[in-house]
């Protein structure tokens, strides 16, 4: 049986490697359109903050150790153009324009995500760069070097541009940053959200949230990002607007589609067509909180359905209930983490959400070195479910998120969460965990 | 209807604190036998730690807040020396000697427990000290302030006695552990406890496990802990082998004990006399993952089933499932936590344990600044179930034990709890958590 995988990251390379290790004798064919492997994407900033480090430091495994150890038969430089379902077959170009065409019994569409670009003038001018592919990541840094930059305008306000916000600062390299929406973090309360800007604002960051940009254009040596009522110059432009599923070859192949144009698949990861499967940043899943169909692309999802792949081509049958949304990020010294829906997506998907905002502490009662935990807690009111939880603080914050998604996985009421027993030591915490405290007061408004 | 409690701290004042608030018109009386109440035990070996902190600062709430702004009717200096059920009174006597007798409708035992002290010649003498109450707290820091101590020994290599090894060596005292049994951390993993025993032997500490203590004995100005094998000198020793209940009073008045002389209590934390509560160190729990019967005396608990009182004494009806056994401790750079059952533990409560133990790292792959974090996840092969976690390393190791805690609350099984979102970013640990790692490998055992 000939198993093709299209895309070689984090889904890709996890399906492969798993696959033949549940079936030695299984062909196994990753086609990869770039020259990069198995890479930790997320690292990048961090790569990117430290001058004398490689990009190259972020693969997690090299091409020929899939091919040599593994028996992976791993094409770089292969990008398929078109996958035909009825002759059961994958066609393309190789990195030298010679046309392949690979036949496959089951199919695994693995091709990830790409940062989306606004269609305005000037985001295409040099200078101007996205941070997604480890080719991305060896642009941004090789520019920094030859271009000596010391200023730079990053567009969006998620994850990505406050990563590449530290990073650059880290580089000692002046930073604005730029969006059109006003709200600084839409999804995050309000007052937990002016936490973390203020953290960004005191590493002397410009913020200019709600200013609509019309374009970038070249002045001599230098870029201008343009607004309706701003102009900010700069030597390098990084976009970070949010990504969108490659999803072109699925949808040539007339494949159905899910939420945001990924590709369609079920808790067993297969897609309309029963021997394709999608798996990664491409595709859907499933929201446990919600039960309904979400697009939520992150790293340990696409490892995890890449294996839950590989089981179910070789002959194992793996469901996954789905995501809960669980995410984390750090921005200079603030920690930031989510699992679950907001107040916002609690009220769209139908059920009558009540909140809590906490501020509790990071270690107990006169330890010192204690710093403000703020907790936000959403449950629904006609059924006492916990729905979400974010959290915000300098220590202590990122891993306590762990505690409410399991709960969310297991549609635990708030007063059942309240009860569980969360460890307690003075260096990490309040005798009742911040988890708890939120708990407690929100099961009051419920 | 009056509500009279024995003992003022974390279960005793809780209670006292939601009773007040639930039913303002009720009538509370605490009464404690020392003149502290409401602090911080834990913080304690914290601030002993530090010369110029009082050891008052680990009050959290002051008498006198008590009394005048929540009307509780507080009596320190108030030892109770009888219960009378037939007559529903309590009885004995104040600092002064006075004898006193109070009648209760509702009464609640949160006497906590007393730290145990082997009965061997020596322990009496001056310079032996043992660490529970503030006023222990006090004694040791005068003490070592007026001796000028330079060596300490303490006996024991509990959690307690890990804290005050750190606490002694920050003052720059000289520091001998010793206890009588081989092993050093007798539940845990022996690779983990030696990374324990490797970080705490780092800090210039001399271990001597597997002594035989045959006393203690005074030495001119100093004393030597008298082993058959050893005789360690110094100028104090802290006794740090365990606590034991003080259900004294509840045994004197024909109550049901429970485990290690507990006091019995169903989930409601009811005694066998329907008008009698106890909770906190002296009270017995269920486990919720053996569903027996259990004494695990620690402060989350106190604090929780002391609000749970509270509310059934106001006429709320409330529960408590019981405990996982969550706990966890910080020694010198490295944090130590477990949650449900030991290997051994669960064999003697007739699970079929299958454990494994992995090292996986607290950053990402090619982060700086990763340190190793080993766990040990134990779970059923009869059914499948997750029964405990042990976790070790020098950062991201305290709060990750919530998550399989909250697992073992909800009886989950091992393969449900590997498929759970987990937060991932590269500063806060592997794409897949070091809690999935091992549940991945633990399910291959299963």
Same mark, same amino acid.
């Given at each position: ?20 290790? $549940? ?15 198995? #890479?930790?994407?997320?690292?990048? !900033? #961090? ?11 972020? &693969? *997690? ?23 035909? +379902? ?13 046309? =392949? ?17 606004? @269609? ?22 090789? =520019? ?31 930073? /604005? ?6 709200? =600084?973090? !839409?999804?995050? $309360? ?23 940009? +019309? ?47 990924? *590709?369609?698949?079920?808790? @067993?990861?297969?897609?309309? /067509? ?13 929201? *446990? ?63 009558? !959400? ?47 998120? $762990? ?10 009421? &708030?007063? @059942? ?9 003075? !260096? ?19």
């Amino acid at each position: 049986m000939q198993f093709v995988i299209i895309g070689g990251d984090a889904a890709g390379m996890s399906a492969a490697s798993r696959a033949k290790r $549940n079936l030695p004798g299984l062909d196994v064919i990753v086609l990869e359109q770039t020259s990069d492997v198995s #890479y930790s994407a997320c690292g990048m !900033p #961090y790569n990117i903050a430290v001058p004398n480090s490689a990009i190259e430091d972020l &693969v *997690v495994r090299h091409a020929h150790v899939f091919r040599e150890k593994q028996g992976i038969d791993l094409r770089t430089g292969h990008r398929v153009e078109i996958i035909d +379902r009825a002759g059961k077959t994958v066609m393309g170009k190789d990195a030298e324009g010679r046309e =392949f065409i690979i036949p496959y019994d089951k199919l695994l569409i693995a091709t990830g995500a790409s940062p989306r670009i606004p @269609d305005l003038p000037g985001f295409d001018l040099e200078g101007v760069m996205t941070l997604k592919r480890l080719k991305d990541g060896r642009k941004i840094k090789d =520019f920094i070097r030859s271009h000596n930059v010391k200023k730079a305008v990053i567009i969006g306000m998620g994850y990505i541009a406050l990563e590449m916000c530290e990073a650059l600062r880290a580089r000692d390299i002046n930073v /604005d940053l730029v969006k059109p929406r006003s709200e =600084f973090i !839409p999804w995050m $309360n309000p007052d937990m959200a002016s936490m973390i800007r203020e953290e960004v604002e005191k590493n002397d960051v410009n913020m200019y949230p709600g200013h609509e940009i +019309r374009g970038i254009e070249r002045r001599n040596n230098a870029l201008e990002v343009v607004c309706s009522d701003l102009r900010l110059e700069c030597r390098m432009v990084i976009v970070a607007v949010g990504v969108k599923p490659n999803s072109e070859l699925a949808e040539g192949a007339g494949l159905v589609l899910g939420p945001s144009n990924t *590709v369609a698949v079920g808790k @067993d990861l297969g897609t309309s /067509d029963g021997d394709i499967y999608a798996a990664g940043d491409c595709a859907d899943t499933f929201h *446990v909180v919600t039960g309904q169909k979400a697009w939520i692309p992150l790293a340990l999802r696409a490892n995890r359905a890449g294996w839950a792949v590989a089981d179910n081509v070789t002959g194992k049958n793996v469901e996954l209930e789905g995501v809960a949304g669980t995410s984390v990020f750090k921005v200079f010294d603030m920690q930031v983490a989510r699992t679950g829906l907001s107040m916002a997506e609690a009220a769209k998907y139908g059920f009558e !959400p009540v909140e809590v905002v906490i501020k509790s502490r990071s270690r107990a009662h006169a330890h010192p070195g204690s710093s403000t935990i703020a907790v936000q807690m959403v449950g629904d009111k006609k059924t006492g479910r916990l729905l979400g939880c974010q959290l915000v603080g300098k220590e202590g914050a990122a891993h306590r998120i $762990n505690a409410p998604a399991v709960a969310l996985h297991q549609k635990m009421t &708030v007063e @059942d969460f309240s009860y569980c027993d969360l460890a307690y030591a003075p !260096p990490f915490g309040p005798t009742w965990d911040p988890m708890l405290t939120s708990a407690n007061q929100l099961i009051k408004q419920m």
